[in-house]
Nanobody, 124 residues
Framework: QVQLVESGGGLVQPGGSLRLSCAAS????????MGWYRQAPGKQRELVAA???????NYRDSVTGRFTVSRDNFKNTVYLKMFSLKPEDTAVYYC??????????????????WGQGTQVTVSS
């Protein structure tokens, strides 16, 4: 059964940092690109970072230079390190296995299954 379990969110001040983790079931992790989506209140879910099964990465322009995605293929876990956080980064963050052309605009969710997400709130 596919499982995606996100953790590591919280409340942080502007300029702060967080590291998110996502534990995935082995059946999906090793064969797919993985990505981090976020959804802010009243907005559509958007892909902000992606990493291929070989470690190639791609980022949305608004987070480039501030977010770093990585994966541990032995632990079936993907991470998102976030630095210099801004209030506009406030959202629920989800990880997802992806298919499609490897770019932020070309990748899409493999299916309709989503984990519970983890809330990130950037506020003073």
């Amino acid at each position: 059964q596919v499982q995606l379990v996100e953790s590591g969110g919280g409340l942080v001040q502007p300029g702060g940092s967080l590291r998110l983790s996502c534990a995935a079931s082995a059946s999906i992790f090793s064969n797919y690109a993985m990505g981090w989506y976020r959804q802010a209140p009243g907005k559509q879910r958007e892909l902000v970072a992606a990493i291929s099964s070989f470690g190639r990465t791609n980022y949305r322009d608004s987070v480039t230079g501030r977010f770093t995605v990585s994966r541990d293929n032995f632990k079936n876990t993907v991470y998102l390190k976030m630095f210099s956080l801004k209030p506009e980064d406030t959202a629920v963050y989800y990880c997802k296995n992806l298919i499609g052309y490897f770019s932020i605009t070309g990748l899409r969710p493999r299916d309709d299954y989503w984990g519970q997400g983890t809330q990130v709130t950037v506020s003073s």
